[in-house]
């Protein structure tokens, strides 16, 4: 077992979590830079960390049945989100399952990193590039690109950047 399906805790224990938990202090989603397992003291802040699918998949590419084996639960997470909550989607897989999740098609809502939509809801949905290790070190997805999506939804929600 690696990564969440070891820790407990969604992006802890790979290389994905350590862009995502850096990112998220800095914005001021949590009070530490790391997460290192679900009994670290970690917190999040004003945010909640959920997956298209709850469990790591072998070579951490889900199948289709998985992502609709799981897609339930995160409709079920998204129904209990307020209006004006903004949706981060890492990737395409977690954007398209988000959209599945409400009953939407893709056609539709067309994922591009930096790209924001709002939904049929009251949500926004945001997108970015997947922070896995791939992306980060082909540059597909780098530090600076990740940062400007969250400056984008701190603007949104009208949150100044906490850390620096």
């Known amino acids: 077992m690696h990564g969440a399906n070891r820790t407990g805790r ?24 790391r997460s290192i397992n679900q009994n ?37 997470e998204i129904k209990v989100l307020c209006k004006d909550c903004v949706i981060l989607a890492l990737g395409s897989i977690a954007h398209k399952a988000v959209l599945t999740a409400l009953g939407l098609t893709g056609k539709d809502f067309l994922f591009a990193h930096g790209a924001s939509h709002v939904l ?3 949500l926004t949905l945001y997108d970015s590039y997947h922070c896995s290790r791939y992306n980060t070190q082909t540059r597909r997805l780098t530090q600076k690109m990740f940062e400007a999506v969250f400056t984008r939804i701190c603007h949104h929600l009208g949150k100044q950047k906490e850390s620096s």
């Open 10 to 33: 969604p992006f802890t224990g790979d290389n994905a979590g350590i862009l995502l938990y850096q990112t998220l202090y800095r914005f001021g989603f949590t009070n530490k830079p």
């Open 40 to 76: 670290d003291g970690l917190r999040l802040i004003g945010c909640r960390i959920t997956n298209a699918v709850k469990c790591v998949p072998p070579r951490n590419k889900p199948e289709q049945i998985e992502i609709s084996n799981c897609n339930k639960y995160l409709s079920n």
């Open 120 to 122: 049929p809801n009251g």
